[in-house]
């Protein structure tokens, strides 16, 4: 398993829809326990493939006390949200030293292919659900902070910026 760097928040990269994954193999595996191994380094609670520069709709999240309990996506999408909202404060290693409260369904259900290949239809509730969806979100080239005013979300990228200078 191999720790891998994140891109920065201006590489285009980012902000671009990640490619289906059309079947499990060796090499998703692979990917999959790199990105495990990258999110417990940050540390954090999920990690999607383009973070890293890969343009895959691969993601993992494990917001678990213990840790140790990843779940790896592959092609996840939401099927259905709660109406009620929970607010979190969230950040992402592509835009360090920075983070904002965000609003979104406090309980989800995703389909997804899960590690052995197979749709899976999961609940995802309170932390994980927000992880995942923050996580879906990186897949379709989007960052927590375009839920934000352009205003807001231009002072955050900017104060990052001055952050991450060397």
Do not use: C
Request: aromatic share 4%; net charge positive; glycine share 4%.
């Amino acid at each position: 398993m191999t720790i891998r760097l994140f891109l920065p928040y201006a590489d285009r990269r980012l902000h671009m829809p990640a490619q289906p994954v059309p079947a499990i193999t060796e090499t998703v595996r692979m990917i999959w326990d790199d990105m495990i191994a990258t999110m417990e380094a940050m540390p954090g609670v999920g990690l999607a493939a383009p973070q890293i520069g890969i343009m895959q709709r691969l993601a993992v999240v494990d917001a678990s006390e213990k840790r140790g309990q990843a779940v790896r996506m592959a092609n996840p999408e939401v099927l259905h949200a709660s109406v009620q909202l929970r607010p979190h404060e969230e950040a992402s290693p592509n835009l360090p030293g920075v983070s904002a409260r965000i609003e979104r369904p406090r309980a989800v259900t995703v389909r997804f292919l899960n590690a052995d290949g197979e749709v899976e239809d999961r609940d995802f509730v309170g932390l994980w659900a927000t992880s995942v969806q923050h996580q879906i979100d990186h897949l379709n080239g989007k960052l927590y902070v375009d839920h934000l005013s352009p205003l807001r979300r231009k002072m955050l990228v900017a104060r990052s910026a001055k952050l991450s200078r060397p």
